[in-house]
Nanobody, 118 residues
C-alpha cells in the first residue's frame, strides 16, 4: 500500500504563488504515476497535472504554463508549483499515486485547501 500526505496549501492573493508537496510512504517502489487533482466548490473533480516515473508530465489546459509538477525520487515527494494564481484555482487539491504491482491501485492523499482571494 502507498500512503500520501499533502502539505503547502493556504490563502494567497490573485497573482501569488504556492508550492504543494506530497510525500509518499509504504510500497513506493510500486508507484508508476503521481499527480494532482482538484475539486472546486460545486464542481467535479479535475485532473491538474501528472508525472510518470520517467518524468513525463501532463497538464490540464487551464493550468498549463502556470503550474509545474516535479518529482524528487530520493525524497519520495511530488511537488506542484502554482504560479499566477487566479480565484478560479480555489479548490481542495488532492495528490494521488497509481501503480500496477501487485495489482492495479490508486492511492489518494487527504487533500489540502488552496484559496485565492484578495
Amino acid at each position: 500500500q502507498v500512503q500520501l500526505v499533502e502539505s503547502g496549501g493556504g490563502l494567497v492573493q490573485p497573482g501569488g504563488s504556492l508550492r504543494l508537496s506530497c510525500g509518499a510512504s509504504g510500497s513506493i517502489f510500486s508507484i508508476n504515476t503521481m499527480g494532482w487533482h482538484r475539486r472546486a466548490p460545486g464542481k467535479q473533480r479535475e485532473l491538474v497535472a501528472t508525472i510518470t516515473s520517467d518524468g513525463i508530465t501532463n497538464y490540464a489546459g487551464s493550468v498549463k504554463a502556470r503550474f509545474t509538477i516535479s518529482r524528487d525520487t530520493a525524497k519520495n515527494t511530488v511537488y506542484l508549483q502554482l504560479n499566477s494564481l487566479k480565484p478560479e484555482d480555489t479548490a481542495v487539491y488532492y495528490c494521488y499515486a497509481t501503480g500496477t504491482y501487485p495489482r492495479p491501485f490508486t492511492s489518494w492523499g487527504q487533500g489540502t485547501q488552496v484559496t485565492i482571494s484578495s
